[in-house]
Nanobody, 126 residues
Framework: QVNVVESGGGLVQAGGSLRLSCAAS????????IGWFRQAPGKERAFVAG????????RYADPVKGRFTISRDNVKNTVYLQMNSLEPEDTAVYYC???????????????????WGQGTQVTVSS
């Protein structure tokens, strides 16, 4: 069992950057595969980026490739999502999620994740 809390969201103009953090309590993040998901008003929750335990495997959704970077610091028990060149289409609530799968894998569907944070709002103005 692990508790996850996101932070770092805010309001930024197009072309700007934000860095989201996902902090864990309970078991260390090194024991979990971590994913970032986002949900815009009226849309389904969608995969953004994921990193496996040990950081062996990393995946990105096509719309954010080349702009977003996911990383993890197991010493600080934190996962980061660096978001550069933000666009209005990136506006959404961003969620951090963990799954307890033992092998190092990245899940891209929300129903495969076991523990979710409350979300942090990211708003990008034109």
């Amino acid at each position: 069992q692990v508790n996850v809390v996101e932070s770092g969201g805010g309001l930024v103009q197009a072309g700007g950057s934000l860095r989201l953090s996902c902090a864990a309590s309970g078991r260390t993040f090194s024991s979990y595969n971590i994913g970032w998901f986002r949900q815009a008003p009226g849309k389904e929750r969608a995969f953004v980026a994921g990193i496996s335990l040990t950081g062996y495997s990393i995946r990105y959704a096509d719309p954010v490739k080349g702009r977003f970077t996911i990383s993890r610091d197991n010493v600080k028990n934190t996962v980061y999502l660096q978001m550069n060149s933000l666009e209005p289409e990136d506006t959404a609530v961003y969620y951090c999620a963990a799954d307890k799968t033992t092998p190092p894998v990245v899940h891209t569907t929300p129903d495969r994740m076991d523990y979710w944070g409350q979300g942090t709002q990211v708003t990008v103005s034109s």
